[in-house]
């Protein structure tokens, strides 16, 4: 956009005479960048602050700096001053714990889809239930106990002795 369109932008639409006045910019100056079609990012900035415009918008406007290169330092920043709160429901979101985002399977075949509208065809998983033990069996702890010492030599072993 150029000087002339942005300054219809902004609250009043004022002229380049007025911007400059009210921005307290030289006025001769800022009627020479008007017919050049554009002005310094100096003058922007002044201008934008003058009419409480933020000056980070002025200056994607008129094209001195990129909406990437604003977004890759907001994130950063924006992220050290979100609250616990903000973080955990932006991670929710992106979590999604049915896993919708990750597959996005409508109408290809062959692909899981999660739509709960799906009727799973029978060939398509198989389903194994784990036996359940039985309750009346007996439960030995020292079968599931790791022994981390070696064990003791028995009466016939080479190591065996009297102990006296």
Do not use: C
Request: glycine share 6%; no cysteine.
């Amino acid at each position: 956009m150029n000087i002339k369109e942005w300054l219809t932008t902004l609250p009043g639409s004022p002229s380049v005479s007025q911007a400059a006045d009210h921005a307290e910019v030289s006025k001769a100056t800022f009627l020479r960048h008007e017919k050049k079609g554009e002005t310094t990012a100096e003058y922007a900035i002044k201008i934008a602050r003058a009419y409480n415009i933020n000056e980070v918008q002025a200056l994607l406007d008129l094209g001195f700096i990129e909406e990437a290169a604003v977004l890759e330092i907001a994130v950063d920043n924006a992220l050290g001053f979100a609250k616990n709160s903000q973080l955990w429901v932006e991670i929710s979101k992106r979590a999604d714990p049915e896993a919708r985002r990750l597959f996005r399977a409508e109408g290809n075949p062959g692909v899981i889809d999660l739509d709960d509208d799906t009727i799973a065809i029978e060939d398509d998983a198989q389903v194994f239930n784990f036996p359940i033990p039985d309750q009346e069996e007996e439960f030995e702890p020292e079968r599931y106990v790791a022994k981390r010492k070696r064990s003791e030599p028995a009466e016939g072993d080479d190591d065996y002795g009297s102990g006296a």
